[in-house]
């Protein structure tokens, strides 16, 4: 069961962390993954992780802005996300997958709940 939190309301430039718990996750799913979904926008992949490899994917328009990390001891991945703009607002949440191929395209087994985050200008 993956549980999202840590979403809000934040002006432009401000930061929030986002935390999923991924309790449960089966040893095949390894990777995890930050969506995020805008009104009347589809659904779009913020950032993928490996688990076995390390391997970390940012989409081009949060580079350099948020970070995606984990605490394998308490079942945790987090994003913390910086300089925030009013463009990040949007639902969002975390999943875990097979691969971070399955991560890329979007196409993860198994979805959290999702956490609003809104950013005013």
């Known amino acids: 069961q993956l549980q999202a939190s840590g979403g809000g309301l934040v002006r432009a430039g401000g930061s929030l962390t986002l935390s999923c718990v991924t309790s449960g996750r089966a040893h095949d799913e390894d990777a995890i993954g930050w969506f995020r979904q805008a009104p009347g926008k589809e659904r779009e992949r913020v950032s993928c992780?490996?688990?076995?490899?390390?391997?970390?994917y940012y989409e081009d328009s949060v580079k350099g802005r948020f970070t995606i990390s984990t605490d394998n001891a308490k079942n945790t991945v987090y994003l913390q996300m910086d300089s925030l703009k009013p463009e990040d607002t949007a639902v969002y949440y975390c999943?875990?997958?097979?691969?971070?191929?399955?991560?890329?395209?979007?196409?993860?087994?198994?979805w959290g709940n999702g956490t609003q985050v809104t950013v005013s200008s």
């Open positions: 992780f490996s688990s076995s490899s390390g391997e970390v």
């Open positions: 999943a875990v997958g097979f691969n971070l191929i399955a991560c890329l395209g979007t196409a993860m087994s198994r």
